[in-house]
């Protein structure tokens, strides 16, 4: 079945970029999403991408797919306070019928 | 409105209790899913409704008995739970299930068994 790996921690200082790095191991996953959960919350969707692109950009988050790699990063540009909480890379498998593989979700801490 | 209300928010049930968790979404979604979050983990699917039949059960121990009563909401009915079974409860829709169908959550249920 799919598999999605993503880094455990990211730490990066108020007003720096972060990126967050995801891989997956199913060629055939087309539809690939980013959620962000804060603490006592359920999952808020960011943003999402298809595999008929290379990159999406919204306001301050770029995703960008490497389809070749089967990797998937989200830049947060100029990281504030508010974005501090756990991030969770998640594709549709089994043809899309299955529901999300998430990874295990990187915990973005902010530095002042 | 990308909606999902789930009540109640938090629940504390002993091991004899019966209970229920539901969901509501007023999005014409035609697809609703119940997934369960143990502390630092990613959420794991437990079920999936497709036009209110169950399409998924990944295995679920019968002590967990979904229900879903109309196309705009879903229930999940407790029963002889184990403390090991705490944990938040995430319901989730999309407009359909399977490729191209945006999954939007709810901020979840948070079920303390003692």
């Known amino acids: 079945g799919e598999d999605v790996e993503q880094s455990l921690f990211l730490s990066v200082r108020e007003g720096d970029s972060s990126v967050i790095n995801c891989t997956y191991t199913?060629?055939?996953?087309?539809?690939l999403y980013w959620y962000k959960q804060e603490p006592g919350a359920g999952l808020q969707l960011l943003t999402y991408i298809f595999s008929n692109m290379d990159m999406k950009q919204d306001q301050r988050l770029t995703v960008l797919l490497n389809k070749k790699d089967k990797h998937l990063s989200l830049r947060i540009a100029d990281t504030q306070t508010g974005d501090s909480a756990i991030y969770f890379c998640a594709v549709l498998s089994g043809g899309g019928a299955d529901g999300l593989t998430f990874g295990k979700g990187t915990h973005l801490i902010i530095q002042p | 409105d990308t909606e999902v209300t789930q009540t109640p928010k938090h629940l504390v049930m002993g091991m004899t209790n019966k209970k229920s968790l539901k969901c509501e979404q007023h999005m014409g979604h035609r697809a609703m899913y119940w997934y369960k979050q143990k502390a630092k983990k990613p959420p794991e699917l437990m079920f999936v409704y497709s036009y209110e039949k169950l399409s998924i059960n990944e295995s679920v121990p019968s002590r967990f008995s979904p229900e879903c009563p109309n196309s705009s909401l879903l229930n999940l009915h407790l029963h002889a739970l184990q403390p090991e079974d705490s944990a938040l409860y995430l319901c989730?829709?999309?407009?359909?299930?399977?490729?191209?169908?945006?999954?939007?959550f709810g901020e979840g249920s948070w079920l303390t068994v003692v």
């Open positions: 989730a829709s999309s407009l359909r299930q399977g490729y191209g169908n945006t999954i939007y």
């Open positions: 199913d060629s055939s996953s087309t539809y």
